[in-house]
């Protein structure tokens, strides 16, 4: 009857971890689709669809300078609604940001700065 007992203490526990494991990966998901919602859905900038994946980095930053001059809701400035949104990307998007991706989003900040005339 010990050994019953013994058992029964061993599968709570057990269901208690798994229980623990599961909400932490809710709370993963979560705070991945909030960073996904705020470059989909920012209230600063109305954004082009895909501007962060195109491969010339004056694209990218041509296309960030026109989402921010256009914007009525923003807080700021156009040249730092437009810095701010893709420095929030590169920071969220972490290690999983190949390097090369990552170099290029850091060229198209340079070139910003340019177009902004803010070198």
Do not use: C, H
């Not at 010990?2 to 709370?27: G, L």
């Not at 689709?33 to 669809?49: E, F, G, I």
Request: charged share 40%.
């Amino acid at each position: 009857m010990a050994q019953r007992k013994t058992a029964t203490r061993r599968t709570a526990k057990s269901a208690k971890k798994s229980t623990a494991r599961r909400k932490t990966a809710t709370k993963r998901r979560s705070s991945k689709r909030w960073s996904q919602r705020v470059t989909r859905n920012s209230d600063a900038l109305d954004l082009k669809l895909g501007v962060f994946s195109q491969r010339d980095p004056k694209r990218i930053a041509a296309s960030l300078k026109r989402s921010a001059e256009r914007s009525t809701r923003r807080k700021a400035g156009a040249y730092r609604s437009a810095i701010s949104m893709l420095t929030f990307y590169i920071n969220r998007a972490g290690r999983t940001l190949p390097k090369a991706q990552r170099e290029r989003l850091n060229r198209a900040k340079v070139e910003l700065k340019r177009q902004f005339g803010r070198e």
